[in-house]
């Protein structure tokens, strides 16, 4: 009896065999779907989070050259306000009189009346390169593309402004200035631009002073000379100013987290725990706000005449190199380009992690 | 012997009747990578379209529009001052049609703005 019922218990045993099988590797497979669906997610979250970094920081090295291409019109009407007033010595030269005296009262009125026309448009200046009226609303925009792109991101995008030895750091760079009437001061700004102190102007003043058989006949010629504050300059060519842009987010779930609503599509950058970082940078680049490049090409500025036989004692400060170009862009720039000052990208983008708990290895930062 | 023939052909009938449910996985999953491909796709062309226009996309910008950082071969200049801007690029790409063409038209803009 036993052995009759032996190939029935057999098939008993060997009963959904196939089923428990294809049922483990059905499992499989869902987990397979699942992983891949989550790294398609964080692949492409990463690519938006990129891009915001990118784009965010484009905004504000856009805005910031937006300032300089400003700084530049600024810088240049303090030049030609300078060529005026010395246009205007040269063509009335020689002044003269019968007051028997150094200077020309008509010529120094002139020369007064230069400086206060000056120094109103050196303060023009200096607001305009002040931090909070340059960088701060650069970096404003910065945010609010950050925003736009990636919901959410505002919050957690910086521009490394609160890290020392960035160049939008308050503090980092300063702009001392001078005027004739209205004091002077040191104030924080997008740059280190220095200033023109000691432009010469100087015009012939033909004096004649009284004689033993008249009391205006003997002639002077004399040839006095001042000088003003005036523009702004920098040795380089290439300003120390770019914005290294940090964007951190998270998918809002690990897995499975798509939505089409509205064309959403992938994450959001709150809930979850699936980091993602993003780092950028972008500098304004190709103008110059003052003297730079000897033989820049686009240099077209002339700061008027000197009057000359004059004593050839008058310094041109920094005139010969003069290049005022109002043509500046904005490009993306790599973190591991050498940019002139302050910290590196890298060591910011290492000192920015350090705060966030994260020890980057920036040897893999390739972007 | 009557009960062993019973038996016979058990787990492929198992296999077949299990195989379309893998297969839906299988289509699921490839499914799935399309659309995020599509998505990655949009996303990166509209960003290059913000920034570079026709130039990086080298002419191969279809369903990608915008105004472009760039002006011919250079960025733009910067307009004098604060004043607002804006440059943009929008992307478009369908998936793979999925179960029941339903292909997933996706839409993303890349925007580099002042306000």
């Known amino acids: ?367 | 012997m009557r009960l062993r023939r019973i038996r016979r052909g058990q787990s492929a009938v198992e296999v077949m009747l299990l195989m379309p449910v893998v297969m839906m996985v299988f289509i699921a999953m490839y499914y799935l990578w399309s659309v995020t491909f599509a998505a990655a796709n949009c996303h990166m062309r509209a960003r290059e379209y913000a920034l570079h226009g026709d130039e990086y996309l080298g002419g191969r910008s279809q369903g990608t529009t915008g105004s472009s950082a760039l002006s011919g071969s250079d960025y733009r200049k910067a307009e004098r001052g604060l004043t607002s801007f804006e440059f943009s690029g929008t992307s478009s790409d369908t998936s793979i049609d999925g179960v029941g063409n339903s292909g997933v038209n996706l839409s993303v803009t890349a925007v580099i703005t002042s306000n």
């Open chain 1, 1 to 367: 009896m036993a052995r009759l019922l032996q190939p029935l218990r057999r098939a008993r045993a060997r009963a959904g065999q196939a089923a428990v099988f294809v049922a483990m590797v059905l499992f499989t497979l869902v987990i397979f779907l699942a992983l891949a669906t989550n790294i398609g997610i964080i692949v492409n979250d990463k690519i938006r989070m990129q891009n915001t970094a990118d784009l965010a920081s484009y905004a504000a090295a856009y805005s910031e050259a937006q300032v300089l291409n400003n700084l530049v019109y600024l810088n240049g009407i303090i030049a030609d306000t300078v060529a005026q007033c010395r246009s205007t010595l040269v063509s009335s030269s020689p002044y003269v009189d019968c007051l028997c005296q150094y200077e020309s009262p008509v010529a120094e009125a002139v020369i007064e009346g230069c400086k206060m026309a000056l120094d109103p448009l050196i303060m023009q200046f200096v607001m305009a390169a002040n931090y909070t009226a340059s960088v701060t609303p650069a970096l404003q925009r910065g945010y609010s593309t950050a925003e736009a792109n990636f919901s959410g991101t505002r919050s957690q995008t910086s521009f490394m402004e609160t890290l020392p030895g960035s160049p939008t750091f308050v503090g980092q760079y300063w702009l001392t200035y001078s005027t004739h009437f209205m004091g002077g001061g040191s104030v924080p700004a997008i740059a280190n631009y220095d200033q023109a102190t000691s432009i010469q102007v100087n015009y012939a003043h033909l004096t004649f002073c009284p004689g033993p058989n008249c009391s205006c006949c003997i002639p002077y010629l004399y040839y006095p000379q001042d000088s003003f504050n005036g523009w702004f300059y920098k040795d380089n060519s290439d300003p120390e100013i770019w914005v290294e842009g940090r964007v951190y987010g998270t998918p809002q779930k690990q897995f499975l987290d798509i939505k089409y609503s509205g064309g959403y599509f992938g994450a959001s950058a709150t809930g979850g725990d699936d980091l993602l970082y993003a780092y950028a940078v972008a500098k304004p680049y190709e103008g110059s706000v003052g003297p730079t490049l000897t033989g820049n090409p686009n240099a077209t500025w002339t700061i008027g005449p000197l009057y000359s036989p004059g004593p050839g004692s008058l310094v041109l400060d920094k005139e010969r190199d003069l290049a005022m170009v109002e043509e500046y862009r904005a490009r993306l720039a790599g973190l591991n380009e050498d940019l002139r000052g302050g910290s590196a990208p890298t060591d910011l983008a290492q000192m920015d992690g350090a705060m966030l708990g994260k020890m980057w290895n920036v040897a893999y930062f390739k972007h």
